[in-house]
């Protein structure tokens, strides 16, 4: 029997984990066979008594990289639940009044529970609280696909960022000296250590934190709300159904043109090591490295010091050969998410070859190498491009055609027999003309070049795309996330 | 995979790795020490991937001086190769030794004695990988910042950690007789091939959470009271949330706490802050990010 058949209770031990796993992989995070034999060895070892050391455990055998973590994370707690059913001493969950009233009242009082938990940073109440809140606010009234619980809904009843106020007033009376407060200035952060009497000293210009801690424990909060929510929803669902649809993708997965700016960081710890990476593709393929063989003819040269005699052994030098790179990149706001990708892997890359030379164009193309090598790392550089590069003469649309004819007019010099060329965009060109005679300019003079296209493959060609005609000159890859990126480097041959 | 090898477990359970760790003097988060555990048990390599100054290599260094093993330690970069993480052949010595043979007057038939002269072990100058294989005592093995090496550093790694066996062409082959404890370690500047992370356990280090941090304080810098280890762990929180070129580490934090001490101030005031900011960020755009979101 499937396990989306099965309730989650009944499902032994083995499915669970192997269901985790497959619901892993279905997120992108690969782990296979041996890595699941791992992870049952893990579970013979550590065995079921301590739940947060099996989570780690697992999370040793079965990712590989930190950033599958946060994934990892809610799939565990889908498939190997804290506990079943409602988790109040009480049988049943209360049905949620209609009357908006109510409803505040609800909330007003869970929100005061919240104040007291904040201030004392007692972490095993907030979790308490998180189900209770679930519990009271969160049921729907038409199930839906996902089931019949929403942390949605209850968090917009329950609206916690109104305790961060009086969690706040809360503390500093404490801090004052005021009877009625509990543990000292220290937010939602040091948990079992707070019971010292007295105010404090040497907190006073720690307690300018204190707000930004208040935040980050009602951010937490209501994570904890959401997980609690996709189990009650597992239960009553089966864990398949919520792991594929109510779990957030990990960042890698993100699609460039929707990345956020707090994806943008994330984004940039996954591309440095990609760069990396293709740089070292991209290499000539160096010589079978060295094992201090001997280099005869060096070595019979300096015997002729030592009279024919030879003392001192000359070892094979290997020099490591670093290639050129020129980057041309659509900086039209037609793909502005991906223009913003397109700076990261810009500084990137930057780093990693001998000479790197960065192009920006929308219908003609200028050199940004300077500003972007100077620039520091993670900055916004749009607004810099707008004021120093000209990269638009005459209209502000995108035409590759002239962009191309400009390239090859003015800066085709900076293409030489060892440099690789990346071209970034989306090939969308305004019905005009797309000059491919330029391309092919380029590419004859160019060792290797490829196009990365944000835009998906069955997508090229609609509208004024004019990617077929040019993926008959050159490679063109879909690019639209850092997995597909990671696929390009992989793939890439000279 | 059957293993002949004499097995012995560093480690009885969890809380014994926390308690050996903590008398080594390194305080390990729950996480790191059940992955050891689970390295120890399952006879695994252990990756561990962090940012810069989190006790990635100090959790070997812990680890050896828990259990009473021998450190052995290779140290990669770009270009590290199997003469530097192997072994290699002291070529001068060679080269001395069939130079004295000639002045002695041997000649002809007795190459084949020479050969074999030429070729053993004291001639073989080990390096770390095949020192621990050798090795008859327990042994722990790091392998440090194993992402500045190159691919085909990993591609040798592979067959050793498989195995746990060398071949050298002219000896023959050599087997460990008992299993290394292997950590490896990576700040992520590069990807590791899948084949490499297949076969070990990961570990992610990040910052230590609060109260964990304050511990660390109290233990390296016994002096300052535990309010300013407070406020010193709060402030350095802080900083790593702002996206900082290069955010404090552990050890930065220990740093300022003794930086506070030894300034002897009654608190931590702004004009303190503001003018040892240096001790927590090395970068001056980072500074003056700092002191711009922090109000000084």
Known sequence: ?494 | MTDNRRVTDRFTSVDDVCRGLAEAGYLASDAIATTTFLADRLGKPLLVEGPAGVGKTELAKAVARATGARLIRLQCYEGVDEARALYEWNHAKQLLRITASKGAGDHGGEWDALRDNIFTEEFLLARPLLEAVRSPEPVVLLVDELDKADVEIEGLLLEILSDFQVTVPELGTIAATQRPFVVLTSNATRELSEALRRRCLFLHIDYPSPELEQQIVAQHVPGLSAAHAESVVRLVGRLRELRLRKSPSVAETVDWARTLLALGSAEMSEAVVRDNLGVLLKHQDDIVRATKALDL
Not at chain 1, 55 to 63: F, I, M, Q
Not at chain 1, 80 to 94: N, Q, V
Not at chain 1, 114 to 120: F, H, M, N, S
Not at chain 1, 309 to 338: E, I, N, Q, T, Y
């Open chain 1, 1 to 494: 029997m499937s396990i989306a058949a099965q309730t989650l209770p009944t499902v032994g031990l083995e499915p669970r984990l192997v269901g985790l796993t497959n619901a892993l992989r279905r997120h992108g995070v690969v782990a296979g066979t041996s890595d699941v034999i791992d992870a049952a060895a893990v579970i013979t070892t550590l065995g079921m008594e301590d739940r947060e050391r099996l989570r780690e455990g697992l999370a040793a055998a079965l990712t590989r990289r930190g950033g599958q973590r946060q994934v990892y994370d809610d799939l565990f707690d889908i498939w190997f639940p804290a506990a079943l059913g409602s988790r109040s001493a009480l049988d049943d969950d209360p049905d949620l009044p209609d009357d908006p009233a109510e409803r505040r009242a609800i909330a007003a009082r869970l929100r005061a529970d919240l104040v007291e938990a904040l201030a004392a940073g007692d972490q095993r109440a907030l979790d308490e609280l998180a189900a209770r809140v679930v519990s009271e606010l969160g049921r729907l009234g038409n199930d839906s696909t996902t089931g019949s619980w929403s942390s949605a809904q209850a968090l917009d009843i329950l609206q916690p960022q109104l305790a961060i106020t009086a969690a706040l007033a809360r503390l500093q009376d404490a801090a004052d000296g005021i009877p009625g407060g509990s543990g000292d200035g220290s937010g939602g952060s040091a948990g079992a250590g707070s019971g010292t009497g007295g105010p404090p000293s040497g907190q006073g210009f720690a307690d300018r934190f204190t707000r930004d801690e208040l935040r980050a424990a009602v951010a937490a909060f209501r994570r904890r709300v959401e997980v609690e929510t996709r189990r009650r929803n597992a239960e009553a669902r089966g864990p398949e159904r919520i792991s594929r649809y109510a779990v957030r993708p990990p960042v890698e997965q993100t699609p460039f043109l929707l990345a956020g700016a707090t994806e943008v960081e994330e984004l940039r710890r996954t591309i440095a090591p990609l760069a990396k990476k293709l740089a070292s593709r991209m290499a000539a393929r160096r010589r079978r490295a060295q094992r201090g063989e001997i280099d005869i003819r060096k070595t019979l040269r300096r015997s002729m010091s030592t009279g024919g005699v030879p003392m001192r052994p000359a070892l094979k030098s290997r020099s490591p050969h670093r290639p050129d790179l020129v980057l041309l990149c659509d900086m039209s706001s037609s793909v502005a998410g991906f223009s913003r990708f397109t700076i990261l892997l810009m500084q990137a890359l930057a780093g990693q070859f001998r000479r790197v030379r960065i192009f920006g164009f929308v219908n003609i193309c200028d050199e940004l190498t300077e500003v972007v090598l100077h620039a520091p790392p993670g900055a916004d550089l749009t607004p810099v491009f707008r004021d120093t590069a000209r990269m638009t003469r005459w209209h502000r649309n995108s035409d590759y055609g002239s962009t191309l004819a400009h390239f090859v007019e003015h800066h085709l010099d900076a293409i030489g027999n060892r440099t690789s060329v990346l071209i970034l965009g989306d090939a969308r060109t305004n019905n005009t003309d797309p000059r491919a005679d330029a391309l092919e300019e380029i590419v004859a003079r160019a060792k290797h070049v490829d196009w990365l296209n944000p835009e998906a493959p069955s997508q090229w060609g609609t509208g004024d795309s004019v990617a077929p005609l040019y993926a008959r000159h050159v490679d063109m890859h879909e690019c639209a996330n850092a997995v597909q990126l990671r696929q390009f480097i992989d793939r890439l041959t000279l």
